[in-house]
């Protein structure tokens, strides 16, 4: 029915746009006190202004609900922020209704597709707390199967021989810093038929350079 793709579309649209304003608001934090913990961690991390600045990267600040409350402020549901996975919703023991921002005190990565669009978020925590790596789970506009960290950079970069696979974010930060070009990352998933075929469009050759350690050499094969 055309009533139900346009509701879907629409629907697509203002989640590709909660992101947006999320990733935003991340990337302007980041600058400020309440970022400052994200930030020494980049930097100690050997990145530069510059690199943060292209990979849109940013900080959630150690508060229970920031972002949730600035994305209502500025029109969205709460129903739309939870399916987006910016947001939690949890009822108390009384049955009152509470939310709470996902992502909290955690160095931000915004996941963009090859259209542009920020379509989820990995979070790496600040304090000694699992999981390490936060990632948004599957919603509308994302699944972790289909897509790879970077894929907005793969398109740019045009007549590439070969992409390199690698383990995490921080990896394809540092190698596009220090000049290497097609570098990405799988979402927290071993490789999967749906990103091989997505690699295949950007170049010939995949290099898998994975981790050293047991897991990594494991994951190669």
Same mark, same amino acid.
């Given at each position: 029915?055309?009533?139900?793709?346009?509701?879907?579309?629409?629907?697509?649209?203002?989640?590709?746009?909660?992101?947006?304003?999320?990733?935003?608001?991340?990337?302007?934090?980041?600058?400020?006190?309440?970022?400052?913990?994200?930030?020494?961690?980049?930097?100690?991390?050997?990145?530069?202004?510059?690199?943060?600045?292209?990979?849109?990267?940013?900080?959630?600040?150690?508060?229970?609900?920031?972002?949730?409350?600035?994305?209502?402020?500025?029109?969205?549901?709460?129903?739309?922020?939870?399916?987006?996975?910016?947001?939690?919703?949890?009822?108390?023991?009384?049955?009152?209704?509470?939310?709470?921002?996902?992502?909290?005190?955690?160095?931000?990565?915004?996941?963009?597709?090859?259209?542009?669009? &920020?379509? +989820?978020?990995? %979070?790496?925590? $600040?304090?000694?707390?699992?999981?390490?790596? !936060?990632?948004?789970?599957?919603?509308? /506009?994302?699944?972790?199967?289909?897509?790879?960290?970077?894929?907005?950079?793969?398109?740019?970069?045009?007549?590439?021989?070969?992409?390199?696979?690698?383990?995490?974010?921080?990896?394809?930060?540092?190698?596009?810093?220090?000049?290497?070009?097609? &570098?990405? +990352?799988?979402? %927290?998933?071993? $490789?999967?038929?749906?990103?091989?075929?997505? !690699?295949?469009?950007?170049?010939?050759? /995949?290099?898998?350079?994975?981790?050293?350690?047991?897991?990594?050499?494991?994951?190669?094969?």
């Amino acid at each position: 029915k055309d009533e139900d793709y346009e509701r879907r579309r629409t629907q697509r649209e203002r989640l590709l746009n909660a992101n947006r304003e999320a990733a935003r608001f991340y990337h302007e934090t980041l600058f400020t006190p309440a970022g400052e913990a994200s930030l020494a961690y980049l930097r100690r991390r050997g990145l530069n202004d510059n690199v943060i600045r292209k990979f849109g990267l940013g900080a959630s600040p150690d508060s229970w609900s920031a972002l949730s409350d600035r994305l209502l402020e500025k029109g969205w549901k709460l129903e739309e922020l939870v399916q987006a996975g910016l947001t939690v919703r949890k009822k108390n023991d009384d049955g009152k209704e509470r939310y709470f921002d996902m992502f909290r005190n955690r160095a931000m990565f915004p996941i963009i597709n090859t259209h542009g669009n &920020v379509i +989820a978020f990995g %979070g790496r925590t $600040l304090e000694k707390r699992e999981p390490k790596y !936060l990632n948004t789970s599957d919603t509308p /506009v994302f699944n972790k199967r289909q897509g790879v960290y970077a894929a907005n950079l793969l398109r740019q970069q045009r007549h590439l021989e070969r992409v390199i696979l690698v383990e995490g974010y921080m990896d394809v930060v540092s190698l596009t810093q220090f000049g290497v070009e097609g &570098v990405c +990352a799988t979402l %927290g998933t071993a $490789l999967t038929n749906e990103q091989a075929r997505l !690699l295949h469009r950007f170049a010939p050759q /995949v290099y898998l350079g994975y981790d050293g350690d047991s897991a990594g050499q494991h994951a190669i094969l």
